[in-house]
Nanobody, 120 residues
Framework: QLVESGGGSVQAGGSLRLSCAAP????????MGWFRQAPGKAREGIAV???????AYAESMKDRFTISKDNAKNTLYLQMSSLKPEDTAMYYC?????????????????RGQGTQVTVS
């Protein structure tokens, strides 16, 4: 299972770093990603990082969000800055085999329970 943490309430303009731990998975062999879902809205992909550490972002996210991972700790991160009220959502990490990396993270097979981010 994937376990997200780091969510919370923050004022507009602030920053948060989300983490995703997965003791049962080797991050150096999986494709990892983040997506979010706000109430009443569709899931929205944020970023992915492949087994080699190459990253890709949704166009609207790339200036404020940074995805990274620590293979030794089997932990995925999402650094978020200049947060806006419209970033309020449940944030999820997801994982899948390498061939899934060309697709959006909200379609990956493995996902966590999410962590809530509220920006006011």
């Amino acid at each position: 299972q994937l376990v997200e943490s780091g969510g919370g309430s923050v004022q507009a303009g602030g920053s948060l770093r989300l983490s995703c731990a997965a003791p049962g998975y080797r991050y150096d062999t999986y494709c990892m990603g983040w997506f979010r879902q706000a109430p009443g809205k569709a899931r929205e992909g944020i970023a992915v990082i492949d087994s080699d550490g190459d990253t890709a972002y949704a166009e609207s996210m790339k200036d404020r969000f940074t995805i990274s991972k620590d293979n030794a700790k089997n932990t995925l991160y999402l650094q978020m800055s200049s947060l806006k009220p419209e970033d309020t959502a449940m944030y999820y990490c997801a994982a899948d085999r390498p061939w899934a990396c060309s697709g959006p993270p909200e379609t990956y097979d493995i996902r966590g329970q999410g962590t809530q981010v509220t920006v006011s």
